[in-house]
């Protein structure tokens, strides 16, 4: 029997048309639950509307061996919070750089609201700056090499370390790779490093060349230059299933669409790989 990898959405900009049984909620945010080798949750969402979507789809939180965290904004990570709350407290897997006080132009806190020494006290916290081996057949990429020309370029955003200002590139951006006879699944967060860059990345970490599937936040905005290259990089790949959700904006997905007949997903939604 064909391994089968589950991937169960949790936390999306939008929900699935559920039942009167099942109203699933839609927040700002993403997190999905990723049954293979072992259970996984990646990324928690920014509330404790993981839990009550978890419930809906029938999944136990308790059964998650670890939780990953894609990178250090408050969309992914204040969720952490809610699951602690809830006695889930497996291993927290994330780069050291997430706990970084960062912040928005206008000056506004934009980080996550758990800090190191309370992730240390509630969760077994693994920090890996690189590439961090989960199971036989899935990677935390760690720090993205940020490669080519066009993505992550630019930022009006800043974090503060100690009294001072610095260009916030989110450097602990990351994502996971899978490996399966496919090709390579790769679950990304929001793609701060740049959704190219995470999936050249991907293959250079695995050893596997085709990209079977990509899901995820693309961090495709209003820049029809980016999005256009990006449509080229994919193009080029030959990647079957592009799933553009969260931080993807309408002209990106509208051109996705026109380029690769996508799907976009939402809570409640599972997708299967295998």
């Known amino acids: 029997m064909e391994h089968q990898i589950k991937m169960h959405i949790l936390c999306e900009d939008q929900a699935r ?64 919070a809610a699951l602690s709350q809830a006695g889930i407290t497996t291993k927290l897997l994330a780069h050291p750089l997430v706990f970084r006080d960062r912040r928005k132009p206008s000056g506004e806190f934009n980080g996550m609201a758990m800090t190191r020494d309370q992730a240390m006290e509630k969760f077994n916290l693994i920090e890996s700056p690189g590439p961090y081996r989960i199971s036989e057949n899935m990677w935390f990429l760690g720090e993205i090499p940020r490669i080519n020309d066009f993505e992550s370029q630019s930022t009006s ?60 936040g693309f961090h495709l905005l209003d820049d029809s230059e980016v999005v256009e290259k990006t449509i080229e990089y994919f193009k080029k790949q030959k990647v079957e299933y592009l799933c553009p959700n969260h931080c993807t904006a309408l002209p990106a997905l509208s051109r996705f669409y026109m380029a690769f007949k996508i799907r976009r997903f939402g809570v409640g939604d599972t997708v299967t790989v295998g």
């Open 17 to 80: 048309m559920g039942f009167l049984d099942k109203k699933f909620s839609g927040q700002h945010g993403f997190s999905i639950y990723i049954a293979e080798e072992r259970n996984l949750l990646f990324d928690t969402g920014p509330s404790d509307v993981i839990l009550y979507n978890a419930k809906l789809a029938g999944i136990d939180l308790n059964q998650a061996d670890m939780i990953v965290l894609s990178h250090g904004h408050w969309d992914h990570t204040d969720g952490l």
């Open 157 to 216: 955003f800043y974090y503060v370390e100690h009294g001072e200002k610095y260009p916030e590139f989110l450097p602990d951006d990351s994502a996971l790779a899978i490996t399966t006879p496919k090709g390579l699944v790769v679950v990304t967060g929001c793609s701060h490093a740049g959704v190219c860059n995470i999936c050249e990345y991907a293959k250079t970490v695995t050893g596997q060349e085709h990209i079977h599937m990509v899901l995820g």
